[in-house]
């Protein structure tokens, strides 16, 4: 019988693909949410469902990187990536039981517009993630990395005139308190997915 004493490589870009397509996941479906207004207990089992996926891949690369020497790049930027991309997730999750545990229902429109822009980075995001296997697509996946940054300069933006306008239009300090940390860490969404590009365009300069 032929052994072999090799490492296997581990086809670490179609698990990195999985999970920025379930961070996609939890972006859509929290959008979907935001629209209709209902954070009821479907939604947030949904949402854990999703968010335990994305924990599953998150584990599944890091034990193949245990069980590895060749890897597509340095292993701290595997562990890295892996690790950001899952608190993408686990961000839109806990936001997502957030809305549940505080009651807060009915459309929310400064809510609708941060899941719009938290949509569009993680879609940003996916596709830079899928790039990093083709070097000649670099500045394509360098584009994507500069639309997340834009993206997250709006969320800044936006964030300051919602938790503005709150503090002047509210008298209710619960609800002033539930909203305004609603609405931070919906930026802190966004700030998150910024992260996950600086590591990707990390990756791209080594390999360039």
């Given amino acids: 019988m032929k052994i072999s004493f090799l490492p296997r490589e581990f086809k670490f870009f179609d698990m990195f693909d999985q999970q920025a397509a379930c961070a996609v996941d939890a972006a859509v479906y929290f959008k979907e949410l935001a629209n209709s207004g209902v954070f009821d207990a479907t939604a947030i089992q949904k949402m854990r469902d999703i968010e335990h996926r994305g924990d599953d ?3 599944a ?8 020497f060749i890897t597509p790049f340095d292993r701290e930027d595997i562990h890295s990536l892996a690790h950001e991309l899952d608190s993408v997730i686990d961000l839109i999750h806990t936001m997502t039981n957030r809305m549940r545990l505080y009651k807060l229902s009915g459309v929310n429109s400064d809510l609708v517009q941060f899941a719009d822009l938290i949509e569009k980075s993680v879609v940003a995001l996916s596709n830079a993630v899928r790039m990093l296997r083709e070097t000649k697509n ?6 994507a990395c500069i639309e997340i940054n834009r993206l997250e300069n709006m969320g800044d933006q936006l964030r300051d005139n919602v938790i503005g306008n709150l503090f002047e239009n509210t008298h209710d300090p619960i609800f002033i308190i539930k909203w305004k940390e609603i609405y931070e860490e919906a930026e802190t969404v ?3 997915c910024e992260d996950v590009a600086n590591v990707v365009e990390s990756i791209l300069v080594k390999q360039a």
Avoid: M, R
Wanted: net charge positive.
């Fill in 190 to 192: 966004l700030d998150k």
């Fill in 61 to 68: 690369i890091i034990n193949n990187l245990n069980k590895t």
């Fill in 138 to 143: 670099s500045k394509a996946a360098f584009d």
């Fill in 57 to 59: 891949l998150t584990h």
